[in-house]
Nanobody, 122 residues
Framework: QVQVAESGGGLVQAGGSLRLSCAAS????????ISWYRQAPGKQRELVAY???????NYADSVKGRFTISRDNAKNTVYLQMNSLKPEDTAVYYC????????????????WGQGTQVTVSS
């Protein structure tokens, strides 16, 4: 069984910074992509950023230049450094581990965390 756990959310003033962490645990052999999504009240879940196993990254236009995603493959952990936060960044942030191969399952699966709340006050 694979668990994905986010941490690091909280309340911050506009212009501030937060660093989110996403740790995947279990009998993991490899993870192809780890992504951050967010969902604001009344809105659809949207992709924020992702990083693949080789370190290639991609960002939503709304966060380019402000957010940085990084990955520690040895720890199956991904970080999202969020700077210059805006009130419109307020959302629940979810981590998704995609293309997960484990020692105990021949299937390749995706796993989601429970989310962490980020609130940016104006």
């Amino acid at each position: 069984q694979v668990q994905v756990a986010e941490s690091g959310g909280g309340l911050v003033q506009a212009g501030g910074s937060l660093r989110l962490s996403c740790a995947a645990s279990g009998s993991i052999v490899s993870i192809i992509i780890i992504s951050w999504y967010r969902q604001a009240p009344g809105k659809q879940r949207e992709l924020v950023a992702y990083i693949n196993r080789d370190g290639r990254t991609n960002y939503a236009d709304s966060v380019k230049g402000r957010f940085t995603i990084s990955r520690d493959n040895a720890k199956n952990t991904v970080y999202l450094q969020m700077n210059s936060l805006k009130p419109e960044d307020t959302a629940v942030y979810y981590c998704s581990a995609q293309g997960v191969v484990t020692k105990t399952d021949v299937s390749v699966r995706d796993y989601w965390g429970q989310g962490t709340q980020v609130t940016v006050s104006s």
